[in-house]
């Protein structure tokens, strides 16, 4: 990764940036929320911001949205200053935060044609504006009622809704899916596809490691307030570790022969699963894929399936987020490393 | 950098045309919001109801000898205390609306600073007028007079609602920098029953004790409830009592206000 640093001057950002951060710091107290965040967003794409709870990710979400004043670094979000020109930038953003920002006693009409006065639109056109929101979001038959009887789901979605009145060119999403059902939350990566291709650019904080496979163009991984990884989502799978081989045999049974010979051509990283009847092989590299193939082959086993696998996006998480262990720390005795 | 300096002149102030809109429209909310929870508005059209009720009495034989004088008395003094209570509550309001997301969004629209807070204000200022015509139209029932012109009843409302509205600014400054709803509420209350008690609203000062008295003597609220006074019953000084109220508010509002918006915008 070319990083290209500008200074925190009056050079402003590069074009092709919906957004771009750096060295972004934000204390509060003792703690450290961000510690020198970098990151970039290119027009019309989807940055996945993955971290665990804490990392960082809200307050960084409410540095770019004027909420929270960075102590230190600078930020531009659609060419305009976070810290000088807080006014314009807001005209250019959207933002639907991990809790629903709507007004609970409003209906979901109110509360879209509210947003639309406040975004200037005129009364005729704001009632338009929020009228096709409502149908496009499947809100229509509870366009009247109040946004308190709508269900977790619902909200989310009056809440992306309200996010869009002004047609954002940049829209955070703080975890848009935390706490919604699988169906729902479909619903709303739907929705978010659908902006990306109407030309929104996104960026996404979330939890979920499908979720940003779903969504993300590129990736950026904080940690701690820090950005420990960044890059496509495939290139930190292989950033991170190999790819991993499944065997299934024919006969279950041949399994530990399977294995011993392939331990005596050397692979020594090969594992049986007895319960799940499969040999996993950990590939450094392809070579050792063509050895696998050729061991088991002159030997004549009986093969039913096999595959190769990239680590699942948690798996990756887990191997960059992983906490050196504390020496003085007992670790848990029973635990078994495969 | 031509692109830059578009963006610059680009830098869409907002004119005075918008900010009303603006006011109006979030105005709107706060009464829609009143409309979907109606059990809100209790404290505006009940409060007025049972404190004269309770007051007259409890205390209206004691103090001046028959319900009667002491409604004359108490009534234009509670004018004053009612927009006061009503004030304060909206820093509660304030402090939860804050609990939810819905500060957020208004806060990162292009939409000025002091536009949420002066949209409290205005909607205030409704429930403080409908309290206030609630409290004169039910003690007259009881047997409240006007004794001067509609013209100073409706200066003695005015002169209510300016004080009132200068401490809703005080109120929301408080909801805004503690924490709590309950800590807001804990505080307001805190603040009003010493001033509120220690003042002519409720009895006269003369009996007493000095040290209580000179405490009265600088407390606005004895102030208002003297200028509401002459200007509902016709007797003592006009001048006096309604200029100091008005200096109060001026330079509550002049303190708060610019307090409050700047913290609007700098809560985390």
């Known amino acids: ?37 970098d990151l970039t967003v290119r027009q019309g794409t989807v940055l996945g911001v993955l971290g665990p709870n804490g990392a960082g990710k809200t307050t960084l979400v ?4 004027t909420l929270v004043k960075p102590d230190a670094g600078t930020a531009y979000v659609g060419g305009y200053d976070v810290l000088r020109q807080p006014r314009q930038l807001r005209r250019t953003i959207g933002l639907t935060g991990q809790y629903a920002s709507v007004d609970e006693l409003l209906s979901g009409y109110e509360n879209l044609y509210l947003i639309g006065r406040l975004l200037d639109l005129p009364a005729k056109e704001a009632k338009a504006r929020a009228t096709e929101l409502l149908e496009r979001f499947s809100l229509t038959e509870a366009a009247k009622r109040p946004a308190k009887t709508y269900s977790g789901g619902m909200r989310r979605r009056l809440d992306l809704a309200a996010s869009m009145i002004g047609r954002p060119r940049v829209l955070y999403l703080d975890e848009p899916t935390t706490g919604l059902d699988p169906r729902t939350r479909n619903e709303v990566w739907d929705e978010v596809q659908r902006m990306v291709a109407e030309g929104s ?19 950026t991984v904080i940690d701690r307030g820090r950005v420990i990884a960044s890059g496509g989502v495939s290139e930190l799978k292989t950033q991170v570790g190999g790819r991993t081989l499944h065997v299934t045999p024919a006969h279950t049974a041949e399994l530990p022969e399977m294995a ?44 039913a399936s096999i595959d190769t696998k990239l680590p699942s996006l948690d798996e990756v998480f887990l191997a960059i987020t992983a906490k050196p262990a504390v020496t003085a720390a007992p670790t848990p005795a029973k635990e078994t490393v495969a | 950098m031509t692109t830059a300096i578009a963006y610059e002149t680009s830098d869409p102030r907002i004119g005075p045309g918008a900010h009303l809109r603006h006011v ?30 309770l007051f007259s009495y409890v205390f209206g034989g004691a103090v001046s000898g028959d319900q009667h004088t002491y409604i004359q008395y108490m009534i234009p ?10 004030a304060m509550a909206v820093g509660t309001g304030l402090n939860s609306d804050f609990q939810t997301g819905v500060m957020d969004r208004f806060r990162t629209l292009p939409i000025g600073r002091a536009s949420v807070l002066l949209s409290k204000i205005a909607a205030e200022t409704l429930r403080c007028l409908l309290s206030f015509t609630i409290l004169i139209g039910f003690a007259m029932v009881l047997g409240l007079e006007i004794k001067t012109d509609p013209l100073q009843l409706l200066a003695a409302v005015g002169l209510s609602l300016l004080f009132g509205m200068s401490v809703v600014w005080i109120s929301m400054l408080l909801g805004m920098s503690l924490r709590s709803a309950q800590a807001v509420q804990g505080v307001s209350m805190m603040v009003m029953m010493p001033l509120q008690f220690g003042s002519s609203i409720f009895a006269p000062t003369n009996s007493m004790p000095g040290w209580l008295q000179s405490f009265t003597h600088y407390n606005p609220l004895s102030a208002l409830a003297d200028a509401c006074r002459a200007l509902i019953n016709g007797q003592g000084a006009v001048a006096h009592p309604v200029t100091v109220v008005l200096l109060w508010s001026v330079a509550i509002t002049a303190v708060t206000a610019p307090l409050a918006v700047a913290r609007f915008r700098r809560r985390a």
Do not use: W
């Not at chain 2, 003094?77 to 009503?86: F, H, I, K, S």
């Open chain 1, 1 to 37: 990764m070319t990083r290209i640093d500008i200074a925190p001057s009056d050079r402003g950002p590069r074009s092709g940036n919906a957004v771009e951060v750096r060295g972004i710091v934000k204390h509060y107290g003792e703690t450290k929320a961000l510690d020198g965040v």
């Open chain 1, 62 to 65: 409410r540095v770019l949205s």
């Open chain 1, 201 to 219: 650019t996104v960026l996404l904080t979330t939890q979920y490691m499908e979720e940003a496979e779903q969504l993300a163009h590129g990736l």
């Open chain 1, 260 to 303: 011993r010979c392939l331990h005596e051509a050397g692979l020594t990283a090969a594992t049986v699963s007895e319960d799940a009847g499969v040999l996993t092989v950990q590939l450094a590299d392809d070579e050792q894929l063509t050895t696998v193939v050729g061991v088991l082959g002159t030997r004549s086993f009986g093969i």
């Open chain 2, 24 to 53: 109006g429209a979030l105005t709107r909310r706060n009464l829609m919001r009143i409309k979907a929870d109606p059990e809100s508005i209790l404290d505006a059209v009940l409060v007025p109801i049972i404190l004269t009720v």
């Open chain 2, 77 to 86: 003094g509670l004018l004053g205390t009612t927009g006061l209570n009503l």
